[in-house]
């Protein structure tokens, strides 16, 4: 930042004015609670009327920035372009003939003034002050200055905006295409063969085990046999992250330790996310897994990723859809259900040309995910590069 501009601090600038209400005073008038702002994107999500509220409220202006500082670390900054009520949880900051409302914003959005505010307290609920975050230096070049500043900011995210629109999108055709290689196996078109040949078995012919897992109290500490859980399968696959364990001695070892080729299936999760399964490989060795899975072994005849890619697939989707039931907020779909799940099986040599198919489809899919993953990433730490920029060097040309 130029050293002619005045550097001061941030309650000098500003002060928070606006007084605290009663919702019944302003019914009509839009409410937004600290839910509604997005973290770090200083986005709105949405707004209540002020009628719907109880506990009293802070009323503020058109151009005027709300800070939340319920977990700062969550960067929810917010200037709205109408009149309303926010929770008094927000810090509200009026403009001023000094102080640019967007300029402000930008500069409460930014990475070092998220770290400072994010350590002035800690808990699980922290919260600041302003009068904690006063003392906090804001350069403050002239006002048309500020808003030069907010201009190319705002030209710079609109960039960024658009290429992370288009991320998005082809994340979206992803997400359709894998559903179309899961089915290809499933029917066997993406092998071309036909699955109208093939006889129509149920789970309950085709596993020798249709078992729950331990419901015993675990230990995070990490001795003893490590046990998965339904956190534990993402995207079909075994993720080994946050595991909890079960003694050595525990009474239901060996009968519910895995075999590599065990298939586990989730039986109770939220609504979109029940019925996931994942094929236990061997790893970690020895392994249990927790009573909301279900281990399904089974015979020669069946090649279990086979089967994981038909349960996966929409038909499989569909089908535990159809046969979920619900209890309070969690969805469930129980072994008895689970046996009756009916699917045409092809000869094993068939099942395995389908999953190698399916899993060179699948493998170049997941490396397509991990790039628009970083590409996500790298328009965040742009972001901040940009906003850091903008309020110590200025902001001018492509970043």
């Not at 995210?157 to 991320?167: I, K, Q, T, Y």
Request: net charge positive.
């Amino acid at each position: 930042m130029n050293a002619s501009i005045e550097v001061v601090s941030l309650g000098e600038a500003v002060k928070p004015t606006r007084p605290r209400v009663k919702p019944s005073d302003y019914p009509e008038l839009p409410f937004i609670g600290m839910e509604h702002i997005e973290a770090h994107s200083m986005k709105l999500l949405g707004t209540v009327p002020a009628k719907t509220m109880k506990s009293s409220a802070v009323h503020f202006k058109a151009g005027d920035v709300l800070y939340g500082r319920l977990r700062p670390y969550l960067n929810k900054v917010y200037r709205p372009s109408f009149e309303g009520l926010c929770s008094a949880e927000f810090i509200v900051l009026p403009e001023n003939d000094r102080l640019d409302g967007a300029y402000l914003q930008y500069f409460l959005n930014s990475g070092a003034f998220v770290r400072y505010a994010t350590h002035q307290n800690a808990g699980d609920r922290p919260r600041v002050d302003f009068d904690q975050l006063a003392a906090y230096k804001i350069p403050l070049p002239g006002i048309d200055d500020q808003r030069r500043v907010v201009a190319e900011i705002e030209k710079q995210f609109s960039r960024l905006d658009e290429a992370l629109a288009n991320v998005r999108s082809a994340m979206a055709r992803l997400s359709a295409y894998r559903a179309s290689v899961l089915s290809g196996v499933q029917t066997g078109a993406i092998c071309e063969m036909n699955h109208g040949d093939w006889p129509a078995r149920t789970i309950e012919e085709l596993a020798t085990k249709v078992q729950y897992g331990s419901s015993a109290k675990t230990s995070a500490i990490g001795k003893g046999i490590p046990v998965l859980r339904m956190g534990n399968i993402e995207n079909g696959e075994l993720v080994l992250e946050d595991l909890k364990y079960l003694p050595i001695n525990h009474a239901e070892f060996p009968e519910l330790l895995l075999k590599p080729g065990d298939l586990l299936f989730n039986r109770t999760n939220s609504p979109e996310l029940v019925g996931k399964v994942a094929v236990y490989r061997g790893n970690p060795s020895p392994c249990s897994f927790a009573s909301y899975l279900i281990r399904l072994r089974f015979t020669d005849e069946v090649v279990p990723d086979f089967v994981a890619y038909v349960l996966s697939s929409p038909f499989g989707r569909a089908w535990v859809r159809s046969v979920v039931s619900q209890q309070v907020g969690q969805a469930n779909v129980n072994g008895t259900k689970l046996k009756t799940f009916q699917i045409r099986v092809p000869p094993v040599q068939a099942q395995r040309d389908l999953v190698a198919e399916g899993e060179r489809h699948l493998s170049l899919i997941r490396i397509m995910e991990a790039q628009f993953v970083a590409a996500e990433l790298r328009s965040d730490r742009l972001r901040n590069r940009l906003l850091a920029r903008a309020f110590t060097g200025g902001v001018e040309g492509p970043m």
